[in-house]
């Protein structure tokens, strides 16, 4: 069993923020929603940052040193929202002090950062959830609930495609540099479609496919095609790109019986949709129902949740460290094949 926190009382978990960007912003919004979740600290180097976080919570403290932070008695839990080269190195150090953590999807630079926080969380008995909130997002939990309903029959394949289009001087950024980001666009967009995948489908033993540059001026690709399998042959076809040009997410999940088409994310990437195709005794034209999720992005503030449920219920997350060592593993397998460095 995990550490967890006491009932008495309903004592709040105290939460800190480490890495008040845009992501940190988000979490900090999203917590407020989170009953049981009280955001005590808000930390950056650039203190101003921690401050423009610090006052969307009442009674939040502004700090600018995580070293200080981490080992505070007042903290229970982090959330760590970086860059990628600093998020592991954070997690573990708030883990060593006893305090459990989410961190920020890819979670490291590369799985052996993550293997190495596994064995220290397992030791202190500290809950470590990666934040991959697009299992969060309406649509995916509907899919979830249609393909555990057993309607769609045996899952025979899933098709996933994620794009964006970058901007002016996206290849100067701290995503062009693999010391920072640990590589492109797989590492980026693509580690949530490799997430979604192996949520639907299970492990993939077999592991295909390459990245490339095709258009940025950088040293990490740009896009990244993969082929993924499952020991039972159910195959995941996926394909991340950031020159997609007009931001798009789609995913596709194929039964025997009948398909789920899910589109968008909300926001630029579109107003989140998903359709059920049952195929027909018959077969011909599939009996197709609609669902739109046009009420915005709540996948944050669900993610928390099911965070602080975590750390309450002393159960081990998942996402967690096991499926985010797994989803590195593969990650590092095409940079590797591609001739990209990996950490």
């Not at 403290?61 to 932070?69: H, S």
């Not at 899933?158 to 920072?180: F, M, N, Q, S, V």
């Not at 967009?189 to 592991?207: E, M, R």
């Not at 797994?326 to 001739?339: A, F, H, K, N």
Request: proline share 5%; with cysteine.
């Amino acid at each position: 069993m995990h550490k967890n926190i006491p009932q008495t009382g309903k004592q709040p978990v105290s939460v800190a923020i480490i890495g008040c960007g845009l992501i940190g912003k988000k979490r900090a919004l999203s917590l407020a929603k989170v009953p049981g979740a009280q955001l005590r600290f808000a930390c950056d180097l650039e203190i101003g940052r921690a401050k423009a976080v610090a006052v969307l919570a009442e009674a939040c403290e502004a700090v600018a040193d995580f070293k200080e932070l981490v080992v505070n008695p007042g903290v229970d839990a982090v959330i760590v929202s970086t860059l990628n080269a600093s998020l592991a190195p954070i997690a573990l150090a708030a883990v060593r002090a006893g305090k459990h953590v989410l961190v920020e999807k890819p979670g490291a630079l590369g799985p052996s950062e993550l293997r190495e926080l596994a064995k220290v969380a397992s030791e202190m008995k500290a809950c470590v959830r990666i934040g991959y909130n697009h299992r969060f997002h309406p649509a995916l939990l509907k899919a979830r609930d249609i393909v555990d309903s057993g309607v769609l029959g045996p899952l025979m394949f899933l098709r996933g495609r994620y794009g964006h289009g970058g901007r002016k001087g996206y290849d100067r950024e701290w995503r062009a540099d693999p010391k920072l980001s640990g590589g492109g666009e797989l590492i980026d967009q693509g580690v949530h479609l490799i997430d979604l995948a192996s949520w639907f489908l299970g492990d993939f033993p077999t592991v295909e496919g390459h990245a490339a540059t095709y258009f940025w001026d950088m040293k990490v690709d740009d896009n990244a095609f993969l082929s993924l399998r499952t020991q039972g042959g159910q195959t995941a076809w996926l394909h991340v790109s950031c020159t997609e040009w007009k931001n798009m997410f789609s995913m596709e999940i194929y039964g025997r019986d009948g398909k789920i088409a899910i589109d968008g994310l909300g926001g630029s990437y579109g107003t989140e949709r998903l359709a059920h195709f049952k195929m027909l005794p018959q077969m011909g034209p599939p009996e197709a129902t609609h669902w739109e999720f046009p009420s915005g992005d709540d996948s944050w503030s669900a993610e928390a949740s099911a965070f602080v449920e975590d750390i309450r219920l002393g159960r081990t997350p998942s996402p967690g460290l096991k499926e985010g060592i797994r989803t590195l593993e593969i990650v590092e397998s095409i940079y590797r094949r591609s001739g990209y460095p990996t950490s």
